[in-house]
């Protein structure tokens, strides 16, 4: 009889075992589930602020300041009774520079008269 209990044991044991086994399991999935809902939640947010921004940025377009903006800054066009005044860069001068064409040396005299300065 004592075969009986001892192999009804084993049987609890492995069953036990079993069990925990697979609620430690199950439990670890449902963790690594959370994360992916938390990084979802957060994706999710970040890109309801960027389609908020993206709707802004289209009633912007959309409204009068800007259209002006642009008409005045593409087309030059100006309201009635405003008078516009067109600054323009002075050209800048070049130096012209006159080099003595009597001390032209080849390399190997620039460095005879490098080394040995007269």
């Known amino acids: 009889m ?4 001892a192999w009804v044991r084993y049987v609890w044991l492995a069953a036990v ?3 925990f086994f697979t ?10 589930l959370n994360q992916e809902e938390a990084e979802l939640r957060t994706s999710i947010a970040v890109l309801e602020n ?3 921004d993206l ?13 002006e903006k642009m008409l005045r800054a ?18 800048e001068v070049e130096e012209v520079v006159i080099e003595n064409t009597k001390d032209i040396k080849n390399n190997p005299q620039k460095w005879l008269s490098y080394f040995f300065p007269s």
């Open 55 to 67: 709707k802004n940025k289209i009633i912007y377009y959309q409204s009068d300041s800007y259209k």
């Open 23 to 32: 609620v430690g399991r199950l439990a670890y999935r449902n963790y690594e």
């Open 74 to 91: 593409r087309l030059n066009l100006k309201k009635e009774g405003e008078s516009v005044i067109v600054i323009t860069p002075e050209p």
């Open 17 to 19: 075992l079993y069990m």
């Open 2 to 5: 004592r075969r009986g209990n």
């Open 50 to 52: 960027e389609v908020q």
